[in-house]
């Protein structure tokens, strides 16, 4: 397994800059239509360490389990086609938003995060291996759903 101390640092930042754009978008789409990106009961959000650790890491690695490894992963050792990469993409990102189907507009938001986690996982995977991009992408995930979590959780 490779690791380095350049790609955590990368998935870090890519963690922020996912949750970056989770917040500039919500705050955006919300003060141009009134829409909001989130669940409808935002106020009902749990200050517990239970949750906060559901939501920053139980959550994120069975996504990237899921819609990452599982599909993109299949895919790659599937087909032999020129475009699998973009396939792979594509599909692990219509089906990460389609499980954050809140509303037509949450699901648009977590198709294109989708994208980013796709996009990074393949990145990750061509710099190191399966396993490492994994681990990688899950921080990415953990980075920005910790932040958003307290985000949130602060202006409850």
């Not at 789409?29 to 139980?58: M, P, R």
Request: hydrophobic residues 50%; charged residues 10%.
């Amino acid at each position: 397994m490779k690791f380095s101390i350049k790609l955590v640092l990368q998935s870090i930042l890519l963690g922020l800059s996912l949750c970056l754009l989770s917040i500039v978008s919500s705050y955006l789409v919300n003060a141009f239509t009134g829409i909001s990106l989130g669940k409808q009961n935002t106020n009902s959000v749990n200050i517990d360490f239970k949750s906060y650790f559901f939501v920053a890491f139980i959550i994120p690695l069975f996504e990237t389990f899921i819609f990452q490894w599982l599909i993109i992963y299949q895919i790659y050792e599937s087909y032999k086609r020129k475009y699998k990469k973009q396939l792979a993409i594509l599909l692990s990102s219509l089906l990460f938003g389609l499980s954050h189907s809140y509303s037509y507009h949450y699901f648009i938001f977590t198709t294109i995060a989708g994208i980013f986690l796709a996009t990074s996982f393949c990145y990750f995977k061509e710099r190191t291996n399966w396993l490492s991009a994994f681990l990688y992408v899950t921080l990415i995930h953990s980075v920005s759903n910790s932040l958003i979590f307290i985000i949130k959780t602060l202006n409850t």
